[in-house]
């Protein structure tokens, strides 16, 4: 057995419906069945999903688009300065990038202001929009941010600005008062679609303000889109997958510089390239200090000037790398000493002097690592803050957890999965108490076990080049709709090893039927120590095409693997066995031995806790089900290993078998050996075997076991008499066969089991331990289970 990392739950699917869509779309099974279970089970929708690019609604179905519309045509006409409120994320810096764009284009005077994340926070702050009015400024407009700016919304509106509001962040019972507020989860809201990121909303803003859609403006919605991981259906995925068509061709120079310093081919750019090289890289600046540069960046026509700020980007990026991994540390050992999450079901940890603009990085981590609800603060003692931000699990809705927390948190926002909040440090006592109340009134155990949904089983032959291009029709992928993890059940490993300089990777070959598939496990090395000749894997992961030399072949990046049967590690013969008791899992591991020598003769075996069977009785007293059990030797009698293993279902068994290299001699003698030892015992007389024992064995080519053996089979048959080694002819011998002798008896059953399991293959040594324990069985079972 190896269990899985997580659990598995694969989503159930109609198949009638999934049928009748594959037949009329003329798309394979499989794909059918992804768009199932994504909901997409009409014939239109589904069409559309796959192959339409143009779902942009009307942007004047958002309320107060008119009235934001028109005031800033005002403020164009007037040359009213404009003033761009963002945020300090990539969600929030390409927001801030589209509207400066668009209110450029149109000839607006207009500047932007991002806030600084450690001396101002997150949002609008009072002290920003009153140095905007002494500026002069009379419109602001917040992106990816404002919903919850209440009171700074009575500000601006005592020092005579106008306000308008481009978000999507969740918002209050209450909102601001505003001029306008373009947000597509209004509670009055008829917008068709909602799930908007903070620069889709600045995009649908772009696009009232030209009259059309603002193609140009796709690439940068792109990145906002991806990072901020909203669903990618609907709107986004229209804005995701054409921003990505427009990326690839992009003439933006800041752009381009931050493709090529992530190392990223333009012409092969995903949404996977935004997600792990371009969003975190602009995220990386307002982590660390202001995030105009990013903002520089995006919107530069200059190419010095592009390279220096993408190598400036890059830098910053590779500090907060180091924060971020001296941080988890130091937060996941205080987790561990204080709030042990057997304790706790939400994670509450802060300290001060801990960077607060990678706290979020650090939270996931948490959660990674406990899979708890985790929230991460920075403690600032001067003023008696503490800056937040909060990362959840499946199960346990941060917004609306947080929300009951109101009075003790003055700012806070965010969504189910994730959020941002400040709160005094003398309340983060009460926060905890408060969150974990919530914690176990609404989380079951199970919910505190990983889980990995799991879109489909496919078998190793439906696996080729065409079925991974059609199922790449669905992306790009992102949140509400991921990559596909597929399950491939029940298959042999035709190759397994550990790869990479650390050797902390996996390659394996997959073999079913006339059909293989190669695989690469990043992070899951170890598991080839786990996984036992034969066995047959279980393992989700996600399709791709890999292309080497212009070769291209599929292959599967695998996630989690599993093995559902009983396993046998051969390890008769290992001379460094200290190193394999590292990779045996101790905290179910059951060392036996059958010979009191053993421990005399393996010095390894001290200070482990030994299961010492003797004798039958002791054998029927075991309990191995479920256990790693370590066979250290051999018993006397076979029947005592049978007895040991009778009933039983280990999840591994680890045959070590330990003998003297002397201690059997390799076959038993046979009856002519026997005749003829005792016709040279008639002929020569009472034969010294203290004296010439090894010298007959040397002159037959036998051991000097043999001649002991036979001497003392034919002494328990009165054949001879045996006298101060002196060994005689019995003349009144009677008739009696060899297997008479109890000798001879356990010396054949000794032979027997010699060959059967010490020196059979690794393909017989397992069929025995199937025939005697109830791994076949619980094969059957499982089969059973999975269907």
Not at 551 to 562: A, E, G, L, M, Y
Request: proline share 5%; hydrophobic share 40%; with cysteine.
């Amino acid at each position: 057995m190896l269990n899985s990392k997580t659990r598995w739950m694969i989503k159930e699917t109609d198949q009638t419906l999934a049928e009748d869509l594959a037949e009329k779309l003329q798309i394979t099974p499989l794909v059918a069945s992804l768009l199932v279970s994504r909901g997409l089970t009409e014939e239109n929708k589904a069409r559309e999903f796959l192959f339409n690019e143009d779902q942009f609604h009307d942007p004047y179905l958002l309320n107060d688009m008119g009235i934001a519309v028109d005031r800033i045509n005002k403020a164009i006409n007037d040359k009213e300065p404009i003033l761009i409120f963002g945020d300090y994320d990539a969600d929030g810096v390409s927001s801030t990038t589209v509207m400066m764009t668009v209110l450029r284009d149109l000839g607006a005077n207009v500047d932007f202001y991002i806030p600084n994340r450690f001396s101002e926070g997150y949002g609008p702050n009072e002290n920003a929009f009153r140095m905007a009015s002494e500026k002069g400024i009379k419109l602001l407009i917040t992106v990816d941010t404002g919903i919850s700016a209440l009171h700074e919304a009575e500000v601006a509106k005592e020092l005579g600005m106008d306000l308008i509001i481009t978000d999507h962040h969740e918002p209050g019972p209450v909102l601001p008062e505003a001029l306008a507020i373009l947000h597509p989860k209004r509670e009055d809201s008829t917008y068709p679609f909602a799930d908007l990121a903070g620069v889709g909303v600045a995009f649908k803003l772009a696009h009232a303000l030209y009259g059309s859609l603002p193609e140009h403006l796709l690439e940068i919605a792109a990145i906002g889109t991806v990072a901020d991981l909203v669903p990618l259906h609907g709107e986004n995925r229209s804005i995701v997958k054409k921003g990505l068509k427009k990326m690839k061709t992009t003439d933006r120079i800041g752009i381009k510089e931050l493709i090529r310093i992530t190392g990223s081919n333009q012409n092969e750019i995903t949404e996977e390239t935004i997600g792990f090289a371009i969003a975190p890289r602009i995220n990386a600046v307002g982590r660390l200090g202001d995030a105009d540069p990013a903002v520089e960046l995006l919107m530069t026509d200059s190419m010095e000037t592009a390279k220096e700020l993408s190598q400036e980007i890059d830098a910053l990026n590779k500090e907060r790398q180091s924060i971020v991994n001296e941080m988890a540390e130091e937060a996941i050992g205080m987790v561990a000493e204080q709030f042990p999450p057997d304790e706790n079901t939400c994670i509450v940890v802060g300290k001060e002097g801990w960077n607060a603009g990678v706290i979020g990085i650090v939270a996931s981590k948490i959660v990674d690592r406990f899979y708890r609800p985790a929230i991460v603060l920075s403690f600032d003692p001067e003023t008696g803050k503490a800056k937040g931000s909060a990362r959840s699990i499946a199960g346990f809705d941060l917004y609306k957890n947080l929300s009951q927390c109101r009075d003790i948190l003055p700012h806070f926002g965010g969504h189910p999965m994730a959020a941002g909040m400040t709160l005094a440090i003398d309340d983060v006592p009460e926060l905890r108490q408060r969150l974990n109340k919530l914690g176990r009134e609404q989380l079951s155990d199970d919910d505190f076990i990983p889980l990995t949904e799991v879109d489909a089983e496919i078998n190793i032959k439906d696996i080729h080049l065409d079925s991974i291009n059609e199922m790449n029709l669905l992306a790009p992928f992102g949140m509400n709709n991921p990559k596909p993890k597929l399950l491939i059940k029940d298959v042999n490993l035709s190759t397994i090893r550990k790869i990479g300089s650390d050797s902390n990777h996996l390659k394996v070959v997959l073999a079913s039927e006339s059909a293989s598939l190669d695989g690469v496990g990043f992070g899951l090395g170890e598991k080839a120590d786990h996984i036992s000749p034969l066995s047959k894997v279980s393992l989700i992961g996600e399709l791709s095409i890999n292309e080497w030399n212009n070769n291209r072949k599929p292959q599967v990046f695998v996630q989690d693997i599993s093995v559902h049967e009983g396993q046998l590690f051969d390890i008769r013969g290992i001379r460094q066995i200290d190193k394999w008791l590292s990779k045996i899992p101790g905290s179910d591991a059951l060392f036996i031995t059958f010979n009191p020598a053993t421990e005399e003769k393996l010095p390894f075996v001290k200070g482990l806790a030994l299961q010492r069977v003797y004798d039958a009785s002791s054998a029927e007293q075991l309990d191995l089900n479920k256990k790693n059990v370590i066979l250290l030797d051999l018993p006397a009698d076979k029947a005592i290993l049978e007895k040991t293993l009778e009933g039983s279902f280990p999840h591994r068994i680890y045959a070590y078998f330990h003998h003297e290299e002397n201690h059997f001699f390799s076959t038993i003698p046979k009856r002519e050996h026997f005749k003829w030892f005792f016709a040279f015992l008639k002929q020569k007389g009472p034969f010294d075997l203290n004296r010439f024992g090894d010298s007959l064995a040397k002159h037959k080519g036998w051991s000097r076991e043999t001649i002991d053996f036979m001497s003392q089979v034919f002494f328990e048959l009165d054949f001879v008499t045996i006298n101060n080694g002196f060994v005689s002819i019995n003349p009144a011998s009677p008739k009696r066969d060899l297997t008479d002798s109890m000798t001879y008896q356990l010396k054949q059953s000794q032979f027997i089991m010699e060959n059967e399991l010490l020196y059979s293959s690794y393909q017989q040594l397992k069929a025995w331990f199937d025939e005697r324990t109830l791994w076949s069985v619980h094969n059957e079972e499982e089969t059973e289970a999975w269907i």
